[in-house]
């Protein structure tokens, strides 16, 4: 993929801009968990779209502390444990207080999304925030790139972000890397 066909990396300033407009729509608690499960996690939209309760609660039925993701969700084979942030778990708990669907993420007639309705979510959204070149893999990559610049301070390695990225090679985890100017 070349570097123009990417997307954009979100800054902490554009995750709090958009944190701050999710809580003006009238789907808040879905659409912040949309969100997180994006820049947090690194989901792709797929996975959004088919992610099911059974995969975020333990056996009790209370949400976890990781996403069990499951193959059929994903892409490929690349399902796997995905562990939470402390923000999206706590709002995966408020959405899993008023949900009674099977899917965590459902639209406004009750049905579970595309992967295609989430695509589309995304990229209005960061259209509408103006943020030029951001799309749903937007997410992704900024999770990636943060998971990479912190992996260090916990003794890990980019192998372990290659794991938690879910990626069958290493080049590829690199290649969703930001290079830091700063560095």
Request: proline content about 0%; aromatic content about 6%; glycine content about 8%.
């Amino acid at each position: 993929m070349a570097l123009g066909k990417q997307a954009k990396v979100l800054s902490e300033t554009q995750q709090k801009a958009v944190i701050s407009y999710l809580g003006t729509t009238n789907d808040l608690q879905r659409n912040l968990v949309m969100f997180l499960l994006s820049v947090d996690a690194g989901l792709r939209a797929k996975e959004i779209a088919q992610l099911e309760w059974t995969m975020v609660t333990d056996s009790d039925g209370s949400v976890s502390d990781a996403i069990r993701l499951e193959d059929r969700s994903s892409k490929g084979r690349s399902g796997g444990v995905v562990y939470m942030s402390k923000r999206l778990r706590d709002a995966l708990i408020v959405l899993h207080g008023i949900s009674d669907q099977k899917w965590v993420i459902v639209s406004r007639s009750r049905n579970a999304m595309s992967a295609q309705v989430v695509t589309n979510w995304f990229f209005t959204l960061y259209l509408g925030l103006g943020f030029d070149g951001c799309s749903s893999h937007s997410g992704r990559r900024t999770a990636i790139t943060r998971w990479a610049r912190n992996i260090s301070r916990a003794g890990g390695s980019l192998r372990d972000v290659q794991s938690l990225a879910r990626h069958s090679s290493l080049q590829m985890t690199q290649r969703y890397i930001e290079v830091s100017e700063d560095a």
